[in-house]
């Protein structure tokens, strides 16, 4: 990410990830780097887009798995394996290091809800350790994204 994109997206974002519940106008005695704001993004993101992926994957019945508006899209089961696989490939790419499952497997593999839900939910648990390991230092770190060096968080916003 570039820097002045990382710096208009904490400009944005900061003030109603940190609001205080103090008087209209009243400043925080330290207020928190543009590090701590980022890392604070990006863990908050990441809760949000796991609780809507899992709970999505829970409450949809196992005959609709199987649905998709039209021919040349995946199935609602296929999407959940792609996030479930795209979930390993960001976080391991943040981590520096190759992903614990190929990428593309599970989409091939988990055919069933079980299977699904079971991938996914392992997929993001392997996925919070990485966000909460997140601090401003080493969210600022860089990790080999091909050829490039890259924020170790670029990732995970990637992924969110």
Avoid at 2 to 14: H, K, T
């Amino acid at each position: 990410m570039r820097p002045i994109v990382i710096n208009v997206l904490v400009s944005m974002l900061a003030a109603p990830a940190f609001a205080q519940s103090g008087r209209p106008g009243q400043v925080p005695p330290h207020p928190p780097s543009a590090g701590a704001v980022l890392v604070r993004i990006a863990q908050n993101a990441w809760a949000g887009a796991k609780r809507n992926i899992v709970e999505s994957a829970d409450q949809m019945p196992e005959a609709d798995y199987s649905y998709k508006p039209v021919d040349t899209v995946r199935t609602f089961g296929q999407i959940l394996s792609h996030v479930a696989d795209s979930n390993y490939f960001y976080c391991a790419r943040s981590k520096g290091e190759a992903p614990p499952v190929p990428d593309g497997t599970l989409e091939k593999t988990a055919t069933t809800k079980a299977a699904i839900v079971k991938a996914l939910r392992e997929s993001v648990a392997y996925c919070d350790t990485v966000y909460a390991a997140l601090t401003p230092t080493s969210a600022a770190e860089t990790v080999k994204a091909g050829d490039n060096q890259i924020p170790r968080v670029q990732p995970l916003f990637s992924n969110v």
